[in-house]
T-cell receptor, first 113, second 110 residues
Framework: GENVEQHPSTLSVQEGDSAVIKCTYSDSASNYFPWYKQELGKRPQLIIDIRSNVGEKKDQRIAVTLNKTAKHFSLHITETQPEDSAVYFCAASMAFGNEKLTFGTGTRLTIIP | EPEVTQTPSHQVTQMGQEVILRCVPISNHLYFYWYRQILGQKVEFLVS????????KSEIFDDQFSVERPDGSNFTLKIRSTKLEDSAMYFCASGDLATFFGSGTQLSVL
């Protein structure tokens, strides 16, 4: 089955700097890659996703890139703010919305004021 | 904005007891899921449900687990005889073009 690796496990950045979180996946049939933000004790919240026919997608300060050949995708957060502090999970799936998600192990992002 | 809702938010039970976790998926979604998250770990898939039947289940989802959609709105996860290792946060999710999670039920088995 699918296996998703995520790095780093923890990341601290100064407020205003950029943060990058990287994931690799094993199954070349995966074609949907969402990112979830989880604050302590809360639900995973979808923040951005990308489908395999797209190499990059941007939404304000958040962007995701996908390299299908290398089987990796990354989350980029620019101009970080204290409210960006949370655990971020990448995931992979065969399809969007109607197939199970396989999650990475998570990255605890801390924004230092 | 529509949300997946789950009840209860916390459930404490004795080992060997049955528990039922309840979920109301987003109304126009057709695909329903249960995931769990042990404290400090990643979210793990348990089961997916479509067209009133299980479409896929993980190794975790053994004979002690069952799911049901008893009416047009509710989606339930039953654990027949809870074990200590069932203690976790259980998330319900529903999907159409993306997957959205409920706020979870924290299950503690004593």
């Amino acid at each position: 089955g699918e296996n998703v690796e995520q790095h780093p496990s923890t990341l601290s950045v100064q407020e205003g700097d950029s943060a990058v979180i990287k994931c690799t996946y094993s199954d070349s049939a995966s074609n949907y890659f969402p990112w979830y933000k989880q604050e302590l004790g809360k639900r995973p919240q979808l923040i951005i996703d990308i489908r395999s026919n797209v190499g990059e997608k941007k939404d304000q300060r958040i962007a995701v890139t996908l390299n299908k050949t290398a089987k990796h995708f990354s989350l980029h957060i620019t101009e970080t703010q204290p409210e960006d502090s949370a655990v971020y999970f990448c995931a992979a799936s065969m399809a969007f919305g109607n197939e199970k998600l396989t999650f990475g192990t998570g990255t605890r992002l801390t924004i230092i004021p | 904005e529509p949300e997946v809702t789950q009840t209860p938010s916390h459930q404490v039970t004795q080992m060997g007891q049955e528990v039922i976790l309840r979920c109301v998926p987003i109304s126009n979604h057709l695909y329903f899921y249960w995931y769990r998250q042990i404290l400090g770990q990643k979210v793990e898939f348990l089961v997916s449900f479509y067209n009133n039947e299980i479409s896929e289940k993980s190794e975790i989802f053994d004979d002690q687990f069952s799911v049901e959609r008893p009416d047009g709105s509710n989606f339930t996860l039953k654990i027949r005889s809870t074990k200590l290792e069932d203690s976790a946060m259980y998330f319900c999710a529903s999907g159409d073009l993306a997957t959205f999670f409920g706020s979870g039920t924290q299950l503690s088995v004593l």
